[in-house]
Each structure stands twice: as C-alpha cells, then as structure tokens.
C-alpha cells in the first residue's frame, strides 16, 4: 500500500499475482483526498518504467460506485467509467482533445509522449488538475468508489500490471 487515508488509498491487485510487472507504481497522493467536482486537486505520484510500453498494451478500467445495493458497475460513458484504452493512445495528441494532456509527464520527468514509451522512473510533484464539472446529476455522482486498472498485453492476454483504487467523489 502507497497511498493511505480516509477517502484515498492505491494498492497492487491481490487477485493478480503480477510477477513481472511493465509498471510500479512507488507512490501516488491527492490533495484533497475527496474529489470535489469543478475543483482542482493536486497529483504527486512516482512510478517505474520497467520496460518499453509499445502499442499492443490495453489500460483496462473497471470502476465500481458503492450504493445501498453494494457495488455497482460503472458504465463507460464519454471515455470516463468502466472503459478500456489502448495505452499509447492515452500518450498521443488524440486523448489530449478529450481533455487528459501527456504533458504531465513531458514537464516533470522529460519524457517523449509517444510509443514505444521508454523505461525508466517518472515522478510528479503535486501537478494540479481541474475536476470536470456535471451539472444537474451531482446526487449521482457523489460517493465512494472503488477502480481496478490492468494493463494487458493485447497479443498474450497477460496481465502485466494491475493496482486498485479507492477513493471519494463530493459534487
């Protein structure tokens, strides 16, 4: 466990037993540790590369929101939810329109945002990001969820990293 308090907390999946992982995630904080939306938040994280990233790694997404009912499976709507992501494609100028922009990573570890993405240990120090704002459906929104991410090898269906998350939405 990197990362631990009230309302945020990272850890490797149990479930996977990754023995040789593409990607450790060493450290990850938010600041303010509930998310509020239309607000900004501050992201430090310090992660390793542990070999080239090319195009045939997926980022597979699966986001669940805790109800009365338990956990409840968020659907991928508008690239947000439940989705899956050619992880190269997160890197490319194309994702960066949807809002989510690689120079997180060129401005704070001189990084080449592109693929093959090379090894080697990025760190970001409180670089601050701006929560979207959803008008008209902040009751839906708020909550606790819980997110496990894999990356997944396209070609061998190997899972070569895999963290799960939890963490607090206030509209």
Known sequence: MWSSCSQFNVTTCILYNVKDPILSIHSMTINPTTLQMGRELSLSFEATVHRSITSNLNFDVTVKKNTWLGYIRVPCVFKLGSCSYKFCDLLSSKFATEGVQCPLLIDKSNANCTCPFQ?????????????????????????????????????????????????????
């Open 119 to 171: 090894p080697g240990t990025y760190k970001v120090d409180k670089e601050t990001l701006k929560m979207p704002t959803i008008t008209g459906f902040g009751f839906a929104v708020s909550g606790t969820y819980n997110m496990k991410a894999k990356l997944v090898d396209t070609k061998t269906k190997h899972v070569a990293g895999c963290y799960e998350m939890t963490f607090s939405i206030q509209a």
